[in-house]
């Protein structure tokens, strides 16, 4: 009688156990949300892509950390080619409702293949930027402007140190 106890004590408890790990796991993904961007542009002889899936964790209403990676594909018809490849790392802030602060310190390889013709050289580097960013927050999105404060006009794979963005996070 004393083995029977001590079987459907342990079976309890291990059903206790495997109900309790799988709350545990479904508070975390309860707080994770995915998001990222689409980039495509194409004209006379150019084309571009970019591709950027990014994942982030909500602590709480007003912060939130997060990872991304990114990859794009340009080309210019009998000028250029490039392949940027690259990851970000983002942090998240709403000091109050619907207004929301960031941070993004993003690392991009650059290769870039000039047509023989023009005697340009090829360029494979890596470029840094850190944006700082404020934005209104709507639900699940964002509408803002972001800064590069490492902006280099030589190196960066951005036109500009100021840009718009508009972010979503589901």
Do not use: C
């Amino acid at each position: 009688m004393n083995k029977i106890k001590t079987f459907f004590l342990l079976l309890f408890l291990s059903v206790f156990n495997f109900f309790h790990a799988q709350q545990v796991k479904n508070e975390f993904w309860n707080h994770v949300r995915f998001g990222g961007g689409i980039g495509l542009s194409f004209g006379d002889g150019f084309f571009s892509g970019t591709l950027a899936p990014s994942v982030i964790y909500e602590f709480n209403n007003t912060l939130a950390l997060g990872a991304g990676l990114n990859g794009t594909l340009n080309k210019q018809k009998d000028f250029y080619k490039s392949t940027i490849l690259g990851g970000s790392l983002i942090g998240l802030y709403s000091p109050i409702m619907n207004i929301q602060l960031s941070a993004e310190y993003e690392q991009l390889h650059v290769n870039r293949t000039y047509d023989n013709q023009l005697n340009l050289a090829n360029d494979n580097y890596w470029s840094p930027a850190l944006f700082l960013g404020l934005g209104y927050r709507n639900g699940n999105a964002t509408l803002g402007v972001r800064y590069d404060i490492l902006y280099d006009n030589q190196r960066s794979v951005y036109a500009n140190a100021w840009a718009p963005f508009v972010r979503f996070y589901f």
